[in-house]
């Protein structure tokens, strides 16, 4: 095992080339012979994922298209390690455990003129809690105990905090990112609307309303987080289609509105917000049903999908 530090790139190296740095005469991670600091790893694009193994450990991999996944140690939102054992991958996980999940409403500017609604002046900030997150292909499950009938999904970019910070210039916020991966911010409309003097975080914090992945792709793949197409299908028809040029807010300002006077933690989350499409500005409205399939697709990261199934009594 090595030390493995990430160096955006640079120059005129191609699109997709990574740099990075082995100690001196040991094997690289494709078992090749290397020179200090002149290491180029190749990969369209960088993804790390998280998974269990055979034994039913968690571990993290490093996918590299056309060779497979290889076991990743160490921090994965600073320096980790990756090995030369090829990962044995039982299931894939939710890439990231986030300490908080920080969400944005009406960041669309399309979103807010199917709502007719004007755009906001600030960020519309709520959260979901981490108990709700949820694997790649796990279900989203219809709340029964506490009902909702107006279950609705939305395609979002979330951005994975690598360094935290207070007061973070937004000059400087995307060097505190450490990547990026699909999100689904199921909301039952319902308990966020209609009921109980506008429950968004009941609403929205039901367990299985935060599903992740498939994998998160470091910043260095996806330098600038505007101009990614992003969609979502339901039972393979296109719901949304939008694209991050489209932000009311960017990710830079965004990170820089939540560090302000606050302390925005390393590994926090931050849903972007959702384009127009939703379920709920359908004509009928289009909700959420047992035997459903609910994907989001982002440009350079993949797709995420997940089934829908009822609560068991």
Not at 126 to 150: C, E, H, W, Y
Not at 255 to 269: K, N, W, Y
Request: charged share 25%; with cysteine.
């Amino acid at each position: 095992m090595f030390p493995l530090r990430i160096y955006p790139s640079a120059g005129k190296n191609p699109a997709g080339i990574l740099r990075f740095f082995f100690p001196p005469k040991t094997n690289g991670f494709l078992g090749k012979q290397v020179e200090p600091q002149r290491c180029l790893f190749s990969s369209y694009s960088m993804k790390i994922i998280r998974y269990l193994d055979m034994g039913g450990k968690i571990r993290y991999g490093f996918d590299e298209p056309k060779k497979g996944v290889y076991q990743v140690t160490g921090d994965t939102l600073g320096h980790f390690q990756p090995t030369t054992r090829k990962a044995e991958v039982a299931k894939i996980l939710a890439p990231v455990q986030p300490p908080y999940i920080f969400c944005i409403g009406l960041n669309y500017r399309k979103h807010a003129e199917e709502g007719g609604v004007p755009l906001p002046k600030f960020p519309v900030v709520f959260m979901k809690s981490t108990g709700a997150v949820q694997n790649p292909d796990d279900p989203i499950v219809l709340p029964r105990a506490l009902r909702s009938d107006k279950v609705d999904y939305e395609c979002e970019l979330a951005v994975v905090i690598g360094r935290g910070g207070k007061n973070i210039r937004e000059e400087d916020a995307l060097d505190h990112v450490f990547g990026y991966t699909c999100a689904n911010d199921v909301s039952a409309r319902d308990w966020q609307n209609e009921w109980g003097g506008s429950q968004w975080c009941r609403g929205k914090t039901f367990d299985t309303f935060a599903p992740l992945g498939p994998c998160l792709v470091t910043k260095d793949e996806i330098p600038n987080p505007a101009g990614l197409g992003i969609r979502t299908y339901l039972n393979g028809e296109i719901m949304q289609n939008s694209n991050t040029e489209d932000l009311i807010f960017s990710v830079p300002k965004l990170i820089a509105f939540l560090s302000g006077s606050t302390t925005l933690p390393d590994g926090a989350v931050i849903l972007t917000g959702t384009p127009s499409g939703v379920g709920m500005a359908h004509k009928p409205p289009v909700w959420l049903k047992a035997g459903d399939r609910v994907e989001i697709e982002i440009d350079r990261i993949g797709r995420l999908s997940n089934p829908v199934v009822e609560e068991k009594a």
